[in-house]
Each structure stands twice: as structure tokens, then as C-alpha cells.
């Protein structure tokens, strides 16, 4: 018992005395660690296509990965308020190199293809950008758009032959996407 004790004071101690810098490195350094290659370390070759896929309200620009072999799990990517860009690209691509099939679509498909915002583009200092900003949005953001468009892209992945159908479709989002993971998940709860 003292032992224990003893052990979680000097760790308690040991902790205190790092200074905000060392805590900086090794929290940097852990993200690192934890983020750089798969469990494995062995990641699968991939292909990346650029494609069009039909919805009930036009056609959509998406980027589509998959490993060069074999057919894996389907995982749908919701992009951010910022839209279909390079950073999709490169999240689709190591998912991909995971082991799953990605479709990261360009979900303001309805008013522009992709890239829809310049680096320039800030509507928090711009308001112009903004009035642009709600203006494109707004089409995506209408009662039953999205859910429409992911029952659109679930099929799509469904008729993929690297798409294994006997698992479940993944769906991720980030920031404006996250909230169409949990709409995905409503319009589609068996997929």
C-alpha cells in the first residue's frame, strides 16, 4: 500500500515540476507518435479518383480512394464549411491507406464545383465573403438536403466493387460536418 502511494506521489511530483514548454513538447510529441503510421506500420497502396456522383438534386464532385486490391469498408467524409479541398484529399488518402474505400464529396455541389473558396476567402474579417459564405451554404443546409445526399453516396459506395457490402458503412465529419454524420446516421440507420 505504501509503495503505491509512494509511486503516485513522485509521478504527481515529477509532473508538477515540467514547465508549460515541456509539457508543450510532450504532448506534440505523443500526438506525433500516435498519429504517424498505422498500428501495423504497413500502409496499402492507393488509388485516388476524381469523379461525379448523381443525387436527387444535380451531380456532385467528389474525390473517391480505395487500396489498389481487395474490396473494404465504405467511409463517407463530410467536409468542413471550407469545402471539398486538399486537406480532404490527404484525410481520404490515408483512410484509404487504412484499408477503407473513401468518398469525400464536395457538399456544396448545388451552387460550385470545388475548390468553392479561394485562401483568401475569410468571412469572419470579409463581409462579403460572409454574404457569399450563407449563399452557398444555403442550398446544402435545406430541410432533407443532406439526408438526400447521403442516401446518394451510400449508394454509390454500395455499387463500388472495392466497397466490401457485408460491413457497415463509416461516416466522418469535422466542424459543419460533423453534424451530417449524425443526419447520415438517421436517413441511413441499416447502412
Not at 460550385?112 to 450563407?134: G, L
Request: aromatic content about 8%; overall charge neutral; charged content about 25%.
Amino acid at each position: 500500500m505504501m509503495d503505491r502511494k509512494q509511486d503516485q506521489d513522485l509521478i504527481t511530483r515529477s509532473l508538477s515540476d515540467l514547465s508549460r514548454r515541456d509539457f508543450v513538447a510532450l504532448s506534440l510529441a505523443a500526438g506525433l507518435g500516435a498519429s504517424t503510421r498505422s498500428a501495423s506500420g504497413a500502409e496499402l497502396p492507393v488509388i485516388e479518383t476524381d469523379l461525379e456522383v448523381k443525387t436527387p438534386d444535380g451531380t456532385c464532385d467528389a474525390f473517391f480512394f480505395h487500396p489498389t486490391t481487395g474490396s473494404h469498408p465504405g467511409v463517407l467524409i463530410w467536409p468542413d464549411s471550407n469545402g471539398l479541398r486538399p486537406a480532404f484529399r490527404e484525410i481520404g488518402k490515408r483512410l484509404a491507406a487504412e484499408g477503407y474505400s473513401v468518398l469525400a464529396p464536395n457538399h456544396l455541389y448545388r451552387t460550385a464545383r470545388a475548390p468553392v473558396f479561394d485562401k483568401s476567402f475569410d468571412p469572419v474579417k470579409n463581409p462579403a465573403d460572409a454574404e457569399k459564405y450563407h449563399r452557398l451554404v444555403a442550398p446544402f443546409l435545406e430541410p432533407g438536403a443532406a439526408e438526400r445526399d447521403a442516401v446518394a453516396y451510400v449508394a454509390f459506395l454500395d455499387a463500388q466493387r472495392q466497397v466490401d457490402k457485408t460491413k457497415k458503412i463509416g461516416t466522418h465529419g469535422y466542424c459543419l460536418g460533423g453534424r451530417f454524420v449524425m443526419k447520415t446516421a438517421a436517413a441511413l440507420p441499416t447502412a
